[in-house]
């Protein structure tokens, strides 16, 4: 079972919402998109190019390579086939590894005991040839096998990523209810901000959205601020040619941006953890954070966006006060950022409606299984320009 010199499927997965982001990205890295799925999009590729995925792709979760398909109609159906493959070239006999899946077959009940019967079939096998068995169990910190069983049909891959690609390694500081980082991006993706024009977030908490646009600025793939990937810890792992694609991804980002960007918020500890944050991902200079309230969030003459991402409102109590908290972004708006794009993230179209501004585009994303969209405004300046 050599990965190495072989071209294979690549499933990258993403939360729902984020595939057509996803295959921008993909287009944009010369990958063809083969397939699509609600929450993944499939392209081909050899291990180098799953490695490079790994440093460049912003909106996805993991990166799947593509091992082996068969058939498999009950648990110990699955441990023989499983058990006849070559693992020893794969998992080394001193090594850890996980398994996890997705299953929807009949004679599962909880994909936990999938789980065992691949690993079981795993071990054994790398125990009858090499001697000695690996250790596993649920930590995706190294070596990562992942099942996809649907009725008869089974589909091994190696999840290349090991932890999911939302894990930059920056947020060391998330304070409340912080927005993923792959969501972040994504959100920022389908403005069309490149960085040529200001990008303005009141109300940025943690900082995600102003740190991922400033990776997004700067050209700087978010994967080279992780250390470590599934795909080390297997067997033939080349690490020379592994600095070699980050040596060359390093040279690729930019030291420079044409716009602004500037982040506040009304809590002091908030700006404090942002800044942390910033500073732990290398764009701290980029980005020039404020303690204000968002109505009082300086913005530079000229063009760019606005985006803020302000709380739901869970409970009764929770959406009367942030009624009026919609309808302040909506005058914040009108008055301070004409000529900008604006834009609201939010899960309660309801309260949106305050904002008293008409919509140009709604777009639909999904923040962990809170169905939420990304409101488009034209901020002209006056009334409405033919």
């Given at each position: 079972m050599n990965i190495w010199d072989k071209k294979s499927r690549i499933v990258i997965t993403c939360a729902k919402g984020i595939v057509p982001f996803l295959k921008e990205e993909l287009h944009a890295l010369e990958f063809p998109v083969l397939?699509?799925?609600?929450?993944?999009?499939?392209?081909?590729?050899?291990?180098?190019?799953a490695m490079r995925l790994n440093l460049f792709i912003r909106t996805g979760h993991r990166i799947l390579f593509f091992l082996e398909r068969f058939k498999a109609r009950h648990p110990d159906e699955l441990y023989r086939v499983v058990s006849e493959m070559k693992w020893e070239t794969l998992i080394s006999e001193d090594g850890y590894f996980c398994v996890t899946s997705t299953v929807d077959n009949p004679t599962i009940k909880d994909s936990r005991f999938a789980n065992v019967k691949c690993k079981d079939a795993i071990v054994d096998r790398?125990?009858?040839?090499?001697?000695?068995?690996?250790?596993?169990?649920?930590?995706?910190?190294?070596?990562?096998?992942?099942?996809?069983?649907?009725?008869?049909?089974?589909?091994?891959?190696?999840?290349?990523?090991?932890q999911p690609l939302s894990k930059r390694g920056y947020r060391k500081i998330p304070l409340k209810a912080p927005m993923q980082e792959t969501l972040a991006a994504g959100v920022i993706l389908a403005t069309g901000w490149k960085g040529n024009s200001n990008f303005i977030n009141p109300m940025c908490g943690s900082g995600t959205l102003a740190i991922e646009a400033a990776l997004i600025g700067l050209g700087r793939p978010p994967g080279l601020l992780r250390s470590h990937y599934g795909f080390m810890y297997l067997k033939g792992f080349n690490e020379s040619s592994w600095n070699e694609i980050r040596r060359r991804v390093r040279a690729t980002a930019r030291d420079w941006m044409d716009g602004k960007i500037i982040a506040t918020d009304i809590s002091a500890e908030a700006i404090q953890g942002a800044k942390k944050n910033a500073q732990t991902a290398g764009?701290?200079?980029w980005i020039d954070f404020g303690i204000c309230p968002y109505g009082d969030t300086p913005v530079p003459n000229g063009e760019g966006v606005v985006m803020l991402n302000p709380e739901y409102g869970e409970r009764m109590g929770e959406r009367e006060a942030l009624r009026e908290v919609y309808k302040g972004i909506g005058d914040f708006f009108k008055k301070r950022c004409q000529g900008y794009q604006g834009y609201i993230f939010t899960g309660n179209l309801d309260l949106a409606k305050r904002v008293g501004?008409?919509?140009?585009?709604?777009?639909?994303?999904?923040?962990?299984?809170?169905?939420?969209?990304?409101?488009?405004?034209?901020?002209?300046?006056?009334?409405?320009?033919k």
């Open positions: 397939s699509e799925g609600m929450a993944s999009a499939e392209t081909e590729g050899t291990m180098d190019d790398i125990k009858k040839t090499c001697g000695r068995r690996p250790d596993s169990g649920s930590e995706r910190d190294r070596a990562v096998m992942h099942l996809f069983w649907k009725d008869e049909t089974c589909s091994l891959f190696v999840d290349t990523s090991g764009v701290d200079r501004l008409r919509t140009k585009r709604k777009i639909p994303f999904y923040n962990s299984n809170i169905e939420c969209r990304l409101l488009e405004y034209d901020l002209y300046e006056g009334s409405q320009k």
